[in-house]
């Protein structure tokens, strides 16, 4: 694939999705998401040399949302490694992403890290031993680390926002400190989620971010610096693909075939391993909370391509 006919591709599918009139419905459960038009489209690709493609608004920043609960995977394996997996499961929940229901019967141990259940969980393991700020400065500095960014930053009123209105999210963090899966006060860790996925970023930054997944744990292609082990970014990505999307995971593989995640910003960072790091973002979502644009474009940048994980010819 030359960087031609990837920049190409770019703009093809930016100058289609332009045309769609059917864009999904934006997040209205937090406020200051509910502003964001449905108009935008951004796509950019970064290769395994290091090269960047974009077209539409791949710099205009939005919410990320809870594309960053894979990084803050990605951090807590790092401080706590495996003992994570006690608190937290590597199941498809096959349930919305703010569900409740599956606590009860699994006792407090959310399905996994990718549902907002996980990442409360995980948020509560990065805040042992520290305070809240100074967990949301690592994070901000592990972003800038594996960007090369110094700008990208968490939007303050989306976060306040998130904790004036996330009552879902208190009940699931007071139901998991029930039953003893929650070790700090539930305020501090919520305090966490609420900040990383306030995270702001555009697609090129968002690609950025993801290269360490598509390098095998190296921050870049052209670098031999390691965020993490070659076999843990196999498994994060391996978590992508079966929980990446919430319910709509499996719909995703059909279509896509990449370990992907999503946000209700309309985000999503897909991986092709070892070739590409692709952003998207399209704020209206489908039915089940992930970006309607942003998956049909990843489906028709995988059909010319040939990116899919699934395919056949190798
Ligand atoms: N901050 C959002 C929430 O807690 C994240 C959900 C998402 O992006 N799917 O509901």
Redesign the pocket.
Known sequence: MTPHNLQTIVDDIAAEMAQHTLRGKVAD??PPLACVSPDHFGITIIDRKGDVFSAGDADKAFSI???SKVFALTMALGSVGDSLWARVGREPSGSG??SIVQLEWEKGIPRNPFI?AGAIVVADVLLAGYQPKEVIGEFLRFLHMVTGDNTITIDKAVAQS?QDT?F??FALANYMRAFKNIHNPVEKALGI??HI??LSMNCQQLAMAGRYLMCGGRRGPNTQDTIISRQRTRRILALMMMCGH?DGSGEFAYRVGLPGK????GGILAIVPGIASIAVWSPGLNTT?NSKLGTIALEHLVKRTGWSVFRADK
């Open positions: 459960y937090i949302q809870s594309i992403f703010n907002n998130e996330g879902g999210n989620y609420f996925c306030a919430y999503s946000g209700v910003g909370g």
